[in-house]
């Protein structure tokens, strides 16, 4: 009964070469967030949207760009990845504002660069 | 800016003992603080909140606003306890949490 699954689990990469991880939800929840955890580290946030409205993190390098084409799946898509992208991706979601501001997390993608 | 700080990065205590993960947060408002839990293997996922007031798998944590701390208890930990603690935040009207960098617990036997 997952509610937010990320694929894949890992994901090796070269250096530079296109990368799209994916996300979809089955909760029909507003937000869905991207999240960059390296090791030792907190979440860091990326970006969100809150239905079709994409919101930048202001640090969010522009290698990283996603996307939202409906309300279950949302994909964080790295241009070039460089060997300091290598972590762990999360994807959540939650209700968004006037609800429950709880958020549900999908496994999460590791990123490896070679 | 809001800001939440998890002071320890490991916390090891054996079964039995109680168990103390600390939990700052700096942000003027009336914030809603959040503990999440991450077995090994497995999402992370909430583990309570503190506006539900409420004891989950003997957890408890309470929302200190003269100390601005989330301390989260548990009197008698256990092996199966073992994890990564998260604490976070989401303040005013904003709905996006902001997450402490964690802290790990291991409960020897």
């Known amino acids: 009964d997952a509610m937010v699954i990320q694929n894949p689990r890992y994901q090796v990469t070269q250096f530079g070469k296109p990368v799209t991880l994916s996300c979809s939800q089955t909760?029909?929840?507003?937000?869905m967030y991207w999240y960059q955890q390296k090791s030792s580290q907190a979440p860091k946030l990326l970006f969100h949207y809150y239905d079709k409205d994409f919101n930048n993190e202001a640090d969010t390098p522009d290698n990283f760009q996603s996307r939202r084409p409906n309300t279950s799946f949302c994909f964080l898509d790295i241009r070039s990845p460089g060997l300091g992208d290598a972590a762990m991706y999360l994807c959540?979601?939650?209700?968004?504002?006037?609800?429950?501001?709880?958020?549900?997390f999908g496994q999460g993608t590791r990123l490896t660069v070679v | 800016a809001q800001r939440v700080t998890q002071p320890e990065k490991l916390l090891s205590v054996f079964k039995g003992a109680p168990v103390e993960l600390k939990c700052n947060y700096s942000y003027s408002g009336s914030p809603e603080l959040f503990w999440y839990v991450q077995y090994s293997r497995q999402r992370l996922q909430l583990l309570l909140r503190h506006i539900s007031r409420e004891s989950i798998k003997g957890f408890t944590a309470d929302l200190n606003k003269g100390e601005t701390s989330f301390h989260l208890k548990k009197p008698f930990a256990q092996e199966e306890d073992s994890a990564m603690y998260y604490c976070?935040?989401?303040?005013?009207?904003?709905?996006?949490?902001?997450f402490g960098r964690g802290t790990s617990l291991i409960v020897h036997p």
């Open positions: 976070a935040l989401t303040s005013g009207g904003s709905y996006i949490p902001t």
């Open positions: 959540a979601t939650s209700r968004g504002a006037g609800g429950k501001t709880e958020a549900f």
């Open positions: 909760l029909n929840h507003n937000v």
